[in-house]
């Protein structure tokens, strides 16, 4: 049955309103207009008023144009047929190729039962010694990597994508630079991972409320292989114009903002989201890598800093590395404990070194006289960055650990590196006296 | 009482009724397939009552039938809750697994208790004893506990014990006693009851001034910034910090009955390793798992925000429960600040005039009753229980001046800050030794323990100068009080929650170590450079924590301290 609805009451920023009955909160409807038709959702239902958001924009959009409802929620058509196919946050082919038919599948499933979820175990290797010993990945983590415009975070999205040990890959592009989907692209083809990729990729040229869905095709394609038994990787960016284009629906439908223009469930949309990283019992599983752009490098702006609560730690990408400090992996217990019995000895100490480094620093740069405790911490945090914690090394994860044991021993005393004893008996690279 | 649906804006919706409806009442939205939503009456107007749904509101349509309940949102109480694990709602989470496989489906519910199970109740009362509300009629052991079974909450005044069964095994469905009111009405009695959870449990003779220190085994928790049983405490924090560390191993270590875990709007994967480990480790005083004496309140971030709010209600109610028993109950909810999200958005949607960031107007009281439900009681045979609620906060930004923040610290009792530059320099637990502050008595003599405070004070200041200074602008003396401070940081407030033996320290060992560390910075260290002190404090810190990783009375144990008592004879030259 087809049933049209003529009379557009309203028409403001994305958001039509039209009369009509019998309609479903979250179902989906189609608006045809002069520029065509274009997908729209339900958002609110009051008495006989529908307000729908209108993923192409309300752009020429005129109050006769007809609006059909489908009757039904988001759904993305499933099959193996996905796999090396590139979309839009509509779920049409960018890709010049046919559509893809399949089982469809709802958007925005229900919550996991937390108790049908293992405890991830599984560590990713990276290659990359700032991730692996200090901040290991681990299966099924939801890990952002907050940066700032003009940082590599895509390459080293992509980067991570290509090494990661991954059944499918799933990128989401979000307001992404036309430039930067075809680098993807090519990076993909070039690493030979496109035949079990998939890309969902909404451009800064789409219109905005089209990138509002492209989280959660990923998510939901991503889900159904891993219940599949499948290891997915979920490669996000960015999550800031995913938030923005929230807010700007948010404002049009009047709702009080909380902090900085944002709606006060803007953590609740991206729990909903993060969340669905998971390690089913008895399946797959599904891992969520996400760049979040921190406007004026300020974790307090409201998309990092709800994102930081809800994700399982953060990568802070700053120029051109993975800070040591503030990057947390907080899965890493689950998997470095296991991995060699001085992993967690040489992380902890590392940092801590570095970190009094830092301080050595600031006193040398104030000119200051620098005590033979100074100059061997300056000595380490050179030798540190250098052999360490740069980002283009691809190192395994023992000869990493080797290497931090012999720049530790190059620098201080064993006592010095608070390293406890039986750890520096087994493991101090040169003869202890 | 029914009604019908006209608008529906997220989780809000809003029903107009034939007739009366009761206000915190439970509401079904009947979605055309049939399935009814669970929801709870917020608010009353004229015939309209908007609604919050603890579902995703998706497939709801206007005209869709909404029926009501008389009885306001409720949890039950009975034998059988210990070691379950219950979404916001009291849900049981294993069973619904078993029922419905990975996913939560909407409007799936189960009762809270397994009717069909059989406990053995030995009464303890007789027929024909008077008794009042919360007065016990006879006990089942659940697991490590003796689970009393008591009169009914609701009853006033006072009963004759008109029937009570004997000593046999009971499903908590069946009838164990009937008891007659002055007036002649009878009230019969099973082993389960229920309580609306928005209402405080409290049935005693008087509430009490809560003293009795509760050990979490956490150094810088017990011996500087104490928590008392019946008490209150909020530890604030940026991401990243270690609240939820900090939380989980205070469920697994405190010297406390009962704990209940209220994971309320947080990260499932914690709540996992939560239901994975506990099972698994045991509790050292009673030999028994964790698991016996704890329940978990799960209403993960991406779950429904309504059943959020509910949430640490649940919680909060059926710890105030066991407290009846005259057991000592911690409530750890984590993190309050995702509950006050949950009513900042509500109100949104109801369109309310907003507060400061959006939350509502009664943000504050509703965080004061929250933690007023904590406290001691003197119950009505003399004995006391207790119930202490630890709250998490998720403060924006980290920035301590936001309102949940501040509503917190007005009304609690202790308050562990963790700093982001303590976390960052992976000093754990992160809680900051000079912000921080607890207006309770603990395990340490307070004469001792003003003294490191001063210490750590002028460490910090001295350490601040230093950085202007440099360390040759610094005195000899400063500069050994700067190394003392950060000694005392390192050895004693410093803990590594993943080592075995250090992750918890009884009070007996803090007190201890305490008194030796303090012996260390009563030390005249011989020194006539700065190098000679900072080697004298790296040798001793080194001991410490060597020490600290042994575990009690073990040989390695008592060699480090020999070696420590060694430096200290020596005064500190190696």
Not at chain 1, 205 to 213: F, G, I, Q, S, T
Not at chain 2, 493 to 499: G, K, P, R, T, V
């Given at each position: 049955m087809r049933k049209y609805f003529d009379t557009i009451q309203r028409i403001a920023g994305n958001v039509v309103t039209v009369s009509a009955d019998d309609v479903a909160y979250d179902h989906l409807a189609t608006i045809s207009s002069a520029r065509g038709d274009s997908l729209a959702q339900v958002i609110r239902l009051e008495e006989s008023l529908v307000s729908l958001q209108v993923f192409a924009g309300s752009q020429g959009v005129s109050n006769n144009d007809r609006v059909r409802f489908l009757h039904k929620p988001m759904q993305v058509p499933f099959s193996e047929n996905l796999l090396g196919r590139v979309f839009d946050g509509s779920m049409r082919p960018r890709d010049g190729r046919g559509p893809v038919n399949g089982e469809p599948l709802d958007i925005g499933s229900p919550v996991v039962?937390?108790?049908?979820r293992r405890m991830p175990d599984e560590m990713v290797e990276t290659g990359i010694p700032m991730i692996d010993i200090f901040n290991s990945l681990v299966e099924s983590q939801k890990l952002p990597i907050f940066s700032v415009a003009g940082e590599p975070y895509n390459e080293l999205l992509a980067r991570v994508g290509l090494q990661a040990n991954a059944d499918i890959i799933i990128l989401g592009g979000m307001g992404l630079r036309h430039d930067d989907y075809l680098k993807f692209r090519q990076t993909f083809e070039e690493g030979g991972v496109l035949g079990r990729a998939i890309m969902f990729v909404h451009t800064a040229?789409?219109?905005?409320?089209?990138?509002?869905?492209v989280p959660d095709l990923c998510l939901a394609v991503g889900e159904k292989f891993a219940l599949q038994g499948k290891r997915v990787l979920v490669l996000l960016t960015d999550m800031t114009a995913f938030s923005d284009a929230l807010k700007e629906i948010a404002i049009i439908m009047e709702q009080i903002p909380s902090n900085r223009g944002y709606p006060g469930d803007l953590y609740t949309q991206l729990a909903r989201r993060y969340e669905k990283a998971v390690d089913f019992d008895e399946a797959g599983s599904m891992t969520l890598l996400a760049c979040v752009t921190m406007p004026g490098d300020d974790v307090t702006h409201p998309v990092p800093d709800n994102t930081g609560y809800i994700t399982e730690g953060q990568f802070y990408l700053r120029n051109g590395r993975i800070e040591p400090f503030g990057s947390l992996s907080r899965l890493k217990q689950q998997v470095n404990g296991k991995t060699r019995d001085d992993h967690r000895a040489i992380m902890d100490s590392c940092i801590q070194l570095y970190a009094l480094c830092r301080e050595s620093r600031e006193k040398r740069d104030m000119g200051f006289e620098m005590s033979d405790w100074d100059r061997k911490l300056l000595r380490f945090g050179t030798m540190f960055e250098e052999r360490i914690m740069d980002l283009s090394l691809n190192l395994p994860l023992f000869d990493a650990l080797d290497r931090c044991w012999k720049i530790l021993a190059e620098c201080f005393d064993p006592a010095e590196t608070g390293i406890r004893r039986a750890i520096i008996e087994k493991h101090w690279p040169v003869p202890l006296s | 009482m029914k009604g019908k649906i006209v608008a529906v804006d997220g989780s809000l919706v809003v029903a107009e009724m034939e007739d009366r409806v009761v206000q915190n009442s439970v509401g079904y939205c009947v979605r055309s397939d049939g399935t009814r939503l669970l929801s709870e009456v917020i608010r009353v107007r004229g015939q309209r009552a908007d609604l919050q749904v603890f579902e995703e509101t998706r497939g709801l349509r206007v005209k869709d039938p909404v029926e009501f309940e008389e009885q306001m949102l409720s949890v039950v109480l009975g034998p059988g809750l210990l070691g379950q694990i219950y979404d916001g709602l009291q849900n049981p989470l294993p069973q619904l697994a078993s029922q419905v496989g990975y996913f939560l489906q909407p409007g799936v519910y189960i009762n809270g208790l397994v009717s069909d199970r059989r406990w053995d109740f030995t009464p303890t009362a007789k027929e024909g004893d008077t008794v009042a509300a919360g007065d016990t009629l006879g006990t089942v052991p659940e697991g490590i506990f003796e689970h009393r079974i008591m009169v009914p909450f609701t009853a006033v005044g006072g009963y004759r014990i008109e029937k009570l069964v004997g000593a046999g095994s009971y499903t908590i469905?069946?009838?164990i006693a009937e008891l007659v009111a002055e007036d002649g009405s009878t009230l019969p009695v099973t082993m389960q009851q229920n309580w609306p959870v928005k209402v405080p449990l409290s049935v005693a003779r008087q509430r009490l001034m809560p003293v009795d220190p509760l050990v979490t085994r956490v150094r810088i928790v017990d011996s500087m910034f104490p928590i008392v049983r019946g008490g209150t405490y909020c530890i604030p924090g940026p991401f990243g910090a270690g609240k939820t560390v900090l939380q989980q191993i205070t469920a697994k270590h405190a010297e406390i009955d009962i704990v209940v875990i209220a994971a309320c709007g947080e990260r499932a994967g914690e709540v996992v390793e939560t239901l994975r480990d506990f099972p698994e480790l045991i509790d050292p005083r009673t030999g028994r798992s964790l698991m016996e004496r704890t329940i978990i309140i799960c209403n993960t971030s991406a779950m429904p925000v309504a059943a959020r709010e509910a949430s640490v209600y649940t919680g909060a109610t059926l710890a105030e429960y066991y407290r009846q028993m005259g057991l000592h109950v911690l409530l750890l909810a984590d993190s309050t600040s995702r509950w006050a999200q949950a009513m900042r958005e509500i109100s949104g949607r109801l369109e309310e005039i907003p507060g400061e960031e959006a939350f509502p107007a009664y943000l504050e009281s509703r965080i004061a009753a929250f933690y007023e439900r904590a406290g001691a009681l003197e119950l009505g045979d003399g004995r006391i229980g207790t119930l202490t609620i630890g709250g998490t906060v998720s403060p924006a930004g980290g920035n301590f001046e936001e309102p949940v923040t501040q509503g917190t610290l007005k009304v609690v009792g202790a308050f562990l800050g963790l700093s982001r530059t303590r976390s960052d320099a992976r000093r754990?637990?992160?809680?900051?030794p000079l912000d921080s502050w607890s207006k309770y008595g603990g395990i340490i003599d307070n004469e001792k323990m003003v003294r490191i405070r001063r210490l750590l004070a002028h460490g910090n200041n001295v350490r601040q100068m230093m950085t202007v200074v440099g360390e040759e602008g610094t005195s000899l003396e400063d500069f050994t009080v700067a190394l003392k401070a950060d000694f005392f940081d390192n050895v004693y407030?410093?803990?590594?929650?993943?080592?075995d033996v250090d992750a918890a320290t009884t009070a007996e060992r803090q007190q201890f170590v305490f008194d030796k560390v303090l012996e260390v910075i009563d030390l005249q260290v011989e020194a006539t450079e700065k190098k000679q002190v900072r080697q004298a404090i790296v040798v001793a810190t080194d001991l410490f924590r060597n020490w600290n990783y042994a575990a009690s009375d073990s040989d390695e144990y008592k060699g480090w301290l020999e070696k420590i008592d060694q430096f200290i004879a020596s005064k500190g030259r190696t």
């Open positions: 039962n937390p108790v049908r040229a789409d219109p905005v409320v089209e990138c509002l869905l | 469905e069946d009838p754990y637990p992160s809680i900051d407030l410093q803990q590594n929650a993943f080592d």
